[in-house]
T-cell receptor
Framework: AQSVTQLGSHVSVSEGALVLLRCNYSSSVPPYLFWYVQYPNQGLQLLLKYTTGATLVKGINGFEAEFKKSETSFHLTKPSAHMSDAAEYFCAVSRISSGSARQLTFGSGTQLTVLP | EAGVTQSPTHLIKTRGQQATLRCSPISGHTSVYWYQQALGLGLQFLLWYDEGEERNRGNFPPRFSGRQFPNYSSELNVNALELEDSALYLC???????????????FGPGTRLLVL
């Protein structure tokens, strides 16, 4: 069974400061990992994903995440926060076995507030 | 290219009624996923359809059902509505490819269902 834990349901940073959103996963098979962002009253938008290959993944809007198998982590970072980054962020995992269930298992989400 | 579309955007029903939610996937995508985002419960997987067949369902009662049409659009039906069914229902689509490549689920804006 898979699970995702996002540490910190609320994170506040100042504009221009480093953004770090934490995600740890549990999976019995090598995972596919995703970060999605949800702006108020909208659906989910993909920020980035890790499947195989390079463990440092770059996404949209200056975000990146690093897959660390030894730590079972996939933390999301951005060097300098913008006011427009204020949103809820979800980490998710899916299985990769062909023919098996492919739905996403989501973490509980982290609400990011950017202070002026 | 048009994204995933969902209708209606908002739906108000009373307890015991039936609700029908619709989803049109991105052109060329064959898989449709439904998720429920209820307050305090996070994002939970409901159903997965691919090539017209139900491939997997989450831990929801049978009154949650759906189907996928030959054009790959999908319908979610919720019978005998209960107050706790009030939530944002998100649809996502993906193009099924081999496990090596991995898949990305693209989300629609959601249908907000309110049960009174």
């Amino acid at each position: 069974a898979q699970s995702v834990t996002q540490l910190g349901s609320h994170v506040s940073v100042s504009e221009g400061a480093l953004v770090l959103l934490r995600c740890n996963y549990s999976s019995s098979v090598p995972p596919y990992l995703f970060w999605y962002v949800q702006y108020p009253n909208q659906g989910l938008q993909l920020l980035l994903k890790y499947t195989t290959g390079a463990t440092l993944v770059k996404g949209i809007n200056g975000f990146e995440a690093e897959f660390k198998k030894s730590e079972t982590s996939f933390h999301l970072t951005k060097p300098s926060a913008h006011m427009s980054d204020a949103a809820e962020y979800f980490c998710a995992v899916s299985r990769i076995s062909s023919g098996s269930a492919r739905q996403l298992t989501f973490g509980s989400g982290t609400q990011l507030t950017v202070l002026p | 290219e048009a994204g995933v579309t969902q209708s209606p955007t908002h739906l108000i029903k009373t307890r015991g009624q039936q609700a029908t939610l619709r989803c049109s996937p991105i052109s060329g995508h064959t898989s449709v996923y439904w998720y429920q985002q209820a307050l305090g419960l996070g994002l939970q997987f409901l159903l997965w359809y691919d090539e017209g067949e139900e491939r997997n369902r989450g831990n929801f009662p049978p009154r949650f059902s759906g189907r996928q049409f030959p054009n790959y659009s999908s319908e979610l039906n919720v019978n005998a509505l209960e107050l706790e069914d009030s939530a944002l229902y998100l649809c996502a689509s993906s193009l099924e490819v081999s496990a090596v490549v991995g898949e990305t689920q693209y989300f629609g804006p959601g249908t907000r269902l309110l049960v009174l």
